[in-house]
């Protein structure tokens, strides 16, 4: 009998409270940035996931958890600037 598949939700069994809030801080980008916010968003929270399955400390996995989410909201505002600027040009 072959395996069963495995899902994305599957991968978040075993996360603590805080590790699973963390790994879907990013995904909140899509509240504010749509298609754009949802795909760097989806990015950082398979980022996120792959840090907190990691073996570093605790410490270590908090800070960088929070940097990844903050780096995806930074892109995010990055990008709506550029493409701001591209589609209201003067002149």
Same mark, same amino acid.
């Given at each position: 009998?072959?395996?069963?598949?495995?899902?994305?939700?599957?991968d978040l069994k075993g996360l603590s409270w805080w590790q699973y809030l963390l790994v879907i801080l990013p995904l909140t980008a899509l509240l504010i940035g749509g298609l754009i916010g949802g795909v760097l968003g989806a990015l950082g929270g398979l980022g996120n996931l792959r840090i $907190?399955?990691?073996?570093?400390?605790?410490?270590a996995?908090?800070?960088?958890m929070l940097g990844v989410a903050v780096v995806v909201y930074v892109?995010?505002?990055?990008?709506?600037?550029i493409l701001? $600027?591209?589609?209201?040009r003067s002149g």
């Open positions: 009998m072959p395996p069963a598949k495995r899902g994305f939700f599957d $907190a399955r990691s073996g570093m400390p605790t410490v996995k908090v800070f960088l892109v995010l505002f990055i990008v709506a600037g701001y $600027a591209v589609t209201h």
